[in-house]
Structure formats: C-alpha cells, structure tokens
C-alpha cells in the first residue's frame, strides 16, 4: 500500500509527466524519511494548474494556494515554522508567469524553501495557450498565429536573483528526478528544480527531450558554467546545476526564534505594552 | 461656543521645517499640563518643499477634534501666512517668520526665525524649535523649564536647540508683552496616534507575526510594529508586495501563528484574491484598511470615507467577513484586539476600517489593561482522525495545525471535509452550508456584544461612523446643539437588529464620502428615513466649528 497517496481520485491525462513528478516525489521524500527527516515536518503548498493536484494526491499537510501564489503560501509558513521543510509546487504558469515576482524575492532573500516547477511549456488546465516557456511561434488559443515572444530561461534568472540551488530534471529518468528533489529539499536555503515535463494532451515533448536531455554528474564549479548550462536549449543539462551557501532568510530575520512556538502569553503582551506606555 | 479653557496651537511651513515635530512637541507639553490633546498633521505627498501644518487643540476637558482657528499660529513661510492669517480664533495671535514676508503685517508678530537660527547646522530644521518657543512664551512656561524640555524633546543637537530656543522665547516673550495661563487638568499623560493604538491592539489582541507593504496612511502601523518588534516579541515582515503580504500571512496563519496585514485601499485591492483564498480555506486573518480620497491613487495623504463599500465586499465569492470602524484611538486599540480574535475564533478574515484622520491623528487616551480579547478559537483534540472542515453544527471546524499525525489539509478549491477538491454538489451544498452557518454563529455572537454606540439621549437623530463619529460629537458640544449620536461599531455582519428601534425614524448621516455610501448603506440595511446627508470629501476632516453651522442648518 502506497502510504503517502490519499482517496482522492487521479485525473491527469494518461501518460502526463506529473505522474513521474509525483513518483519521483514520493521517492525522495521516502529517502528523506531514510535520512532521518520526519513525514509530519514536511509541508506542501501548490498553486493552481494540472501540477497543483498533487497537493491532493499526497498525504501530506500544506495549504492548496491560488495561481502564482504558492511560492509566498510556502515562505509564511517557513517563517511562522521554521522546523518545517516546505515544498512549493508550481507550474510554470505559477512561478514564471502570475508568480514571477515570488520566486525573484525568493531567490533574492534566500528563502528556505524548495519550489518544484512543473515546467511543461503550456497552460494544460486552460486548454493549451502558450506560458513564459513556450517556444517562440507557439500556437495555441491565445496566439492562433503563433506566440511572437521569445520564451526565457527561468533558471539563468533564478541564478540571477541569487538562488543558492538550482535544479533541473525529466521526470523520463525517474531516479534522477527524485535525487534531485531529495537533495533540493535537504538544501538549506532558496531551491528551485525545474522540472521539464510533457503534457501529453497539448505539448508531448517527450520524444524531444529523450533526445535532449543530459545527466550531468558534478555540479559546475562556477557560477558562470552553470549560468550558461542554464541558458542552454538544446542540450538539456539535468542534475543540479548550481549549489551554493549563503546566509538563509528565516535564520538572519528569526535569529533562532520559532514563532508558533514562542507566542507571548498574556501576561508578557499586558507588560510589554505597559513599558512601552511607560512615560 | 467656545470652550474658554480650549487652547489651539497652528504652527506652519514647508516639509522640511520640522513643522510636524514641532506638533508633537506641542502635545506633549499640553499633555505634561494634564491637558486633554488632539493633534492633526496636514501634510502633502513630498519629503521637502510644499506646505505642512500641524494643529493641536487641548483642553482639560476631553477634545474630540482639532479646531482649524487657533489661539496661536505660526507661519514659518510667506505661503503659511497667506494660507491661515485667518485662522485666529478670537483674541488670538499671529506670529509670522519675518525673515520670509518682506511686509510688515499690522496686528501680528513679526519674529527673525530664520536669522536666529543662523549660525547652527540644518537651520531650516530648527524653525520648528522656534514655534514650539513661541507656544512655550504665549503659554507662560517659564524659561528654564522650556530649556529642560527642549532638551527631552529634541534628542539630537538638543544644546544647540535649547539655545535656539531661548533666543526666539526671550524674543517673543518681549514683543507678545503678557501670556495667557493654562488650566491644568488630569487627563491621562499617554499620546497615541490611532495607528499606534492599533498596532498595539492588534498586538493585545494576540498578533505573532505582522505582513505589510508601506502605503500611506498605513504605514505608521508597519513601522511601529517593526521599531518594537523585539520588545513585543512579534516578527514583522515586508515583502515584495501586497501579493505576497496576503499570501505570507495566510500560509503564516496556517501553521499556527496570529497574523495580521494593514495598507490603503490600492494595497488592500492587491491582496483583494487572496481575501477570498482566506473566506474559502477558513483562515484566520485580520487586515487593517485605512483610507484617503480615491479612486486609485487619489490624494495620499488626506482622509476619506470612500472604501466602505469596498471593504463591506473584500473578495469574490460568499463568506463571512468582518469589518469594524473604530471612532476614537482608543476604540481603534480594542476594535483592533476584538478583531483579531474574531478573526480566529470565526476563522474568516476581518477588516478594521478606518482612515487618514484616525490612523495620524494623535490623542490622549487611556488603553484598557488588556482590553476584551473575545472568544477563543476552536482547537481539535484530534490527532489520529483530522478532519480540517469538519461538518461542524456552529459552521466551526476545529483547528489544528502542521506538524501533526494527522494531517491537515487547507485549500482555495471547494473542498469535501478533510480538504480535498470535491465537484461533487452535494459536497458543494454541504460545505457552502457550513460556512454559512459559520456566518450564522458569527451573527449570533455580535448579539451578545454592543455593535453600535449611541450618545446623547433626546434630541433629532443622527448617524455617522468610524472617526468622523468624533468630528460630530466634538461639533455639537461646539455649537450647543442637542442630538442623539448613533455609530454602528460593526459594519459588517451589520447590526441592523440594534436598529429596530429606530425604524421610520428620521435621521441625518454625516459622512466623508460624495457618493453617500454610508447613506446608503443605512437606507438598505435599517428602516431608518435617512432626511439630510452632511458630506465632505476634500480630503480633509470637519472642522467642528464649520461642522456645527451645518448641523444646525439641517437638525
């Protein structure tokens, strides 16, 4: 019995790389588990899009956020508990598009959070417009004649805001994927995994990315490889491609403090306030 | 009539001559006189340049407003002058900066603000200083006692301000030849602003965590909270936008902590999603919207009543909301603390509606020990079985919160009862139900409380909110005019059974909208015969002398 699935019915489309997503998170999370991390301290949040149903199907708390917002749901609540491990789930829809601005601040302040973007270069759910990845003369119901905008490559952005981890898998090599989720939710500080996933239904790019993608063994040593890693289209580098400290957001602002349980008694707001009067 | 004990101080100039501190200096002299204070800034959207005024009326007896004709007026510029050489009040004194007005003006005071200040660092600065002297000479402090307080009042170069100080008190002390004697009183010695008191509030009240992105006339909550967050022990947070206030703050709220967020109206309409996210996913969170003139960035630092209508509908779709409007600073302390309460014991979001003239303005007042937290929230006991939406009879599910045993589900999709997405009508019905019986006991509990004040016991009827609740108040003991003052607290869920017992009567609604909402408001929700509608929407607050004539035009 697979124990971190709930009753709730699947409805993505057969073949749907979600699928692969949501394998390759129950791995980690399991070799996670391995690793001593405790079930009940993760913690999911998803925006709105096909991606978002897995907040569904996975037992696990969270908060099933609107479009675009899931990255800001996760931020509050690894401040309010910082003993959490949070997991935003996004499509690129989400933290490309409605969301961007989330995942720049994210990056910017090193947030210790890990945002899984289920990138598949479509809106699914809305029937197939074109998304901030979609390829340039991109045709779907928005753009019938072809998306005459250049897409962007979100993880040399997300390099560029100050991400101390960046990753990218398929979940076509299911193990990698969950290597690189379970190492992007052990990192302390801002992940991101891009994750580059077919739909099946308006953007089967699974044959293209068969041929794309490449396993890189070792992280770049430089921010400058792994910038131009990122920014590379038709060889798709997977693995993780930038790993990085710096100081992490909660920690510098909380200094050790863990809200939810260090609220003020009574007692202490009645004195605090009586001080602060104090002529 | 005049309160013959009332003492007004005007003291006037561009932003960048210290004419807001000098304000607050003022206050806080009436104040240590055990006099009764209410401060108004007026002031324009620029850090330099422009024209700022401050007015400060006092008394022993309780001021509801500040009266624009003053006992004493300070023009620090030619633009000053011109602007409120007529607001004296009768017997009172005009002293101008003669350094700025090349013409000798008869019957005022010409006084070298700017040369005296000569010779010390940031001179322009200092002419607040010099105001505040002036007060200190017209008022009869004596001189070493100006000295200690300037010293208290100005912490930066206070040796050089005192000094400064002393030059124009002895100057203006020679040239007014006689000053007028304060009545001291007992008022309490505390001074708040109403943002003060509702961040303070809010804090009574339970907050952990506060979310805002600055906006004026909000932002004094935002940097209060901040300035004492470590003494408070509460963490505050300012992110990239309104966006991510709201939904920080609900994700914040999720796992546990109290949170609330506060902007204007453009803010509030940024976060206006992710109010609903909260209606649909039951979250906790109280949102404090203070207003100025709109539509969209209209005039950012002036006041208005215009958002009523927008916070009475914050959010598509159907759920119980809350909105309070505060009269006074220290109504806004414990409407602040009721709501954040409310917020969690009903879990739904709530909004303390206020505006401009409230959030700046700064009173004397006493805060209640801890004031009435109202009811608590609902945990569950549950750790094996949890259910987040449980069917509850009240419409309120238990909460509990990650990390748990049992897992805990919050979603913005109509949901079945442990929080997964449901399409099923049934489900549907049965959820849209639960919250709206949740409403239901929300309805219930406000009538176990007083939500609407009343004053005054005889007289013609009439109805108004928020702070210009003070401005009529403050205008009827002005004009010796007898009414019965009515000012609904709760806005929404809306009172109306506390109006039963006006239905049919004839009422006149004073309110800082050109539109009426409030008028309106009253007409669909009471069956009261609204007959007269007294309106300003210049952006500034009554005057009470100005208010009283028009009261007494239409009672």
């Known amino acids: 019995m697979d124990d971190l699935a709930t009753y709730a019915e699947n409805t993505w489309c057969p073949g749907c790389g979600n699928f692969g997503i949501l394998n390759a998170f129950k791995k980690a999370v399991r070799r996670l588990e391995d690793e001593g991390v405790q079930r009940r301290d993760i913690a999911i949040t998803a925006g709105i899009g096909c991606h978002a149903k897995i907040f569904d199907y996975l037992d696990l708390s969270g908060f099933y956020s609107i479009h675009g917002r899931s990255m800001a749901t996760a931020q509050g609540m690894k401040l309010a508990n910082p003993r959490l491990k949070v997991v935003a789930f996004a499509g690129d829809g989400d933290a490309y598009g409605e969301g961007i601005a989330h995942m720049v601040f994210a990056a910017k302040r090193n947030a210790d959070i890990t945002v899984i973007v289920h990138n598949n270069g479509i809106y699914g759910l809305t029937t197939g417009q074109y998304t901030p990845t979609s390829k340039k003369g991109f045709r779907g119901p928005s753009t019938p004649e072809g998306s005459v905008e250049e897409p962007f490559s979100p993880l040399a952005l997300m390099l560029s805001a100050g991400a101390t981890f960046a990753g990218r898998g398929y979940p076509g090599r299911l193990d990698h994927l969950a290597d690189v989720l379970a190492r992007a939710i052990s990192h302390e500080g801002f992940s991101v995994v891009d994750v580059l996933q077919p739909c099946v239904s308006f953007n089967n790019t699974y044959e293209r990315y068969n041929a794309s993608v490449v396993e890189i063994d070792e992280t770049p040593g430089s921010f400058e490889d792994a910038y131009r890693l990122a920014c590379e289209f038709d060889r798709l580098a997977i693995g993780v491609l930038w790993q990085t400290e710096k100081p992490v957001y909660h920690k510098e602002l909380l200094q050790g403090k863990v809200p939810v349980e260090e609220r003020q008694s009574t007692g202490q707001r009645r004195q605090a306030i009586a001080a602060l009067l104090q002529p | ?555």
């Open chain 2, 1 to 555: 009539m005049k309160d013959s004990q009332r003492f007004t101080f005007l003291v006037a100039g561009e932003a960048g001559h210290g004419v807001r501190r000098s304000g607050i200096v003022a206050a806080d002299l009436f104040a240590e006189w055990g006099r009764y204070v209410f401060q108004m800034d007026d002031y324009q959207s620029l850090i330099r340049g422009g024209h700022n005024f401050s007015v400060v009326s006092s008394s022993p007896q309780p001021v509801l407003s500040q009266y624009l004709n003053a006992d004493l007026v300070i023009a620090l510029d030619a633009r000053s002058l011109e602007k409120h050489r007529q607001h004296l009040s009768e017997g009172g004194i005009l002293v101008y900066n003669s350094d700025a007005v090349d013409e000798t003006i008869p019957g005022a005071i010409g006084l070298p603000f700017s040369s005296l200040a000569k010779g010390y660092s940031q001179a322009a600065l200092r002419l607040g200083v010099g105001a505040v002297s002036v007060l200190a000479a017209r008022v009869g402090m004596a001189r070493d006692a100006l000295e200690e307080f300037i010293v208290r009042e100005y912490e930066r170069d206070s040796e050089g301000n005192a000094a400064y100080a002393l030059s124009v008190y002895d100057m203006a002390t020679a040239e007014m030849g006689g000053s007028v004697s304060l009545a001291r009183g007992d008022a309490p010695a505390t001074l708040l602003t109403g943002n003060d008191a509702i961040a303070l509030g809010t804090y009574a009240g339970g907050l952990d965590m506060y979310f805002a992105y600055p906006m004026t006339p909000a932002s004094s909550v935002l940097h209060y909270l901040a300035a004492h967050a470590g003494e408070l022990g509460i963490t505050v947070v300012h992110p990239e936008s309104e966006i991510a206030v709201m939904n920080m703050a609900l994700g914040a709220a999720s796992v546990g902590a109290r949170t609330a967020v506060g902007s204007s109206g453009g803010g509030v309409a940024l976060m206006e999603e992710a109010m609903s996210l909260a209606g649909m996913s039951e979250t906790p969170i109280m949102c404090i919207l203070s207003s100025r003139p709109g539509p969209s960035t209209g005039v950012p630092t002036y006041t208005a009543q215009a958002d009523l209508s927008f916070a009475l509908n914050q959010g598509h779709g159907e759920f119980a909301r809350i909105v309070a409007s505060p009269a006074t600073v220290e109504e806004a302390y414990r409407v602040a603390a009721e709501l954040m309460a409310l917020s969690w014991a009903f879990q739904t979001p709530s909004i303390l509606l206020t505006e401009k003239h409230l959030s700046e303005s700064r009173m004397t007042v006493t805060l209640p020990d801890l004031p009435c937290q109202g009811p608590e929230p609902v945990l569950s006991t549950n750790s094996q079985d949890y259910s987040r939406y449980e069917d509850a009879p009240d419409g309120v599910s238990p909460l509990r919160f990650a990390p748990s045993d049992s897992i805990v589900k919050w979603t913005s999709y109509e949901h079945d009862e442990k929080g997964i997405t449901t399409e099923d009508p049934d489900v549907i019905t049965l959820m849209q139900e639960k919250r709206h019986r949740k409403r239901d006991s929300l309805v219930e509990h406000l009538k176990s409380r007083s939500c609407v004040k009343r004053f005054g016991g005889s007289g013609p009827l009439i109805v108004t909110y928020g702070s210009t609740t003070m401005s009529v108040l403050e205008a009827l003991a002005y004009g010796n005019l007898e009414a019965r003052v009515v000012q609904p607290l709760f806005l929404e869920p809306f009172p109306e059974w506390e109006f039963a017992d006006l239905q049919g009567d004839d009422a006149i609604v004073v309110e800082q909208s050109c539109d009426g909402q409030f008028t309106e408001l009253l007409r669909r929700r009471t069956g009261i015969n609204v007959v007269a509608a007294v309106l300003q929407y210049d952006g500034r607050p009554f005057d009470p002398e100005e208010l009283a004539g028009r009261l007494k035009e239409v009672l």
